[in-house]
């Protein structure tokens, strides 16, 4: 299983990466630039470290990075892929396993990997210090009360926040198919399934984060980060389409030939190379005002 998140992040890097919000970014750029010393950034649920191969060149330097996350076998896969991500950007990492420094002519940063387990956040240690707390694609696994938490731990300790690639809810297909209606309702009602942080907000949860944020004395502002999926992005397209299938059959399994038959209509449009997708996400930076 965690191999096969690792090939799904590695699948999903590209289209996170051109989706983002870069005025976002340059806004928390320009911010922590006004703060003195080395900057700490924590980002949660970090994957194989694909938030560090979007942020590390785009924020002020000297960065020292910790990465938490629960799954092991992603963890162990940090290291290797920002070793080569370094490299080919002219920098230098050099270290050990748990803790390695990467520098170049655009990077200057620490950076430490540890397993955590997030669902279960004791204290604020792991808070304490930070310059920025960011992460990607995270927020709509979580629950309300989840989330409550992390904002009132991001204002204790004064840090600016950056979440990426909130999913919102809307995604469509073109050319349409007259499931299409039925699969994104069920794909929603799934995402509010339970994914280890409590029953998820799902689409809610960027919505549910600024109000959250802004209610523990932060300033948030959003823009839209819609993927908008080529045909030329084929093997994207199936995942997208193999996972919903999955998600609406899990929802009402009463249902599951219907979506294998939508499920093989939606692969022959992908395969004939006429085929596109819109996926809704939404970033949101804050400060404390």
């Known amino acids: 299983m965690g191999e096969f998140k690792a090939d799904w992040l590695a699948l999903r890097e590209p289209a996170d990466a051109t989706a983002r919000s870069g005025a976002l970014t340059a806004e928390v750029a320009e911010r922590l630039a006004a703060m ?27 960065q020292h990075w910790r990465l938490a996350d629960r799954d092991q076998q992603l963890l162990a896969q940090v290291l290797p892929r920002l070793s080569a991500w370094a490299t080919s950007r002219g920098a230098i990492l050099s270290g050990n396993p748990s803790g390695v420094s990467i520098s170049g002519p655009t990077l200057a940063c620490r950076i430490d990997a540890r397993r955590v387990d997030l669902a279960r956040l004791a204290g604020d240690e792991l808070f304490s210090g930070s310059s920025l707390v960011t992460a990607s694609a995270l927020l709509d696994l979580v629950s309300a009360r989840w989330l409550d938490d992390l904002a009132a731990r991001c204002r204790r300790a004064g840090a600016i926040v950056l979440f990426a690639l909130t999913y919102d809810g809307r995604w469509s297909c073109t050319p349409a198919d007259p499931e299409d209606a039925v699969v994104h309702r069920l794909v929603n009602r799934h995402q509010h399934s339970v994914k280890g942080f409590g029953r998820a907000l799902g689409p809610e949860a960027n919505d549910y984060a600024e109000r959250a944020f802004e209610a523990v004395g932060y300033e948030v502002r959003t823009m839209s980060t819609d993927w908008h999926v080529s045909p030329q992005q084929d093997a994207l397209q199936r995942a997208l389409i193999d996972g919903w299938a999955s998600a609406a059959s899990e929802m009402d399994p009463d249902s599951a030939n219907a979506m294998t038959a939508w499920k093989v209509r939606r692969l022959a449009r992908v395969a004939e190379g006429g085929s596109q997708i819109v996926v809704g996400h939404v970033d949101l930076a804050g400060w404390v005002r």
């Open 36 to 62: 003195p010393g080395e900057y700490a950034i924590l980002d949660l649920a970090t994957g194989t470290g694909a938030n560090v191969r979007y942020l590390a060149e785009r924020l002020p330097s000297p």
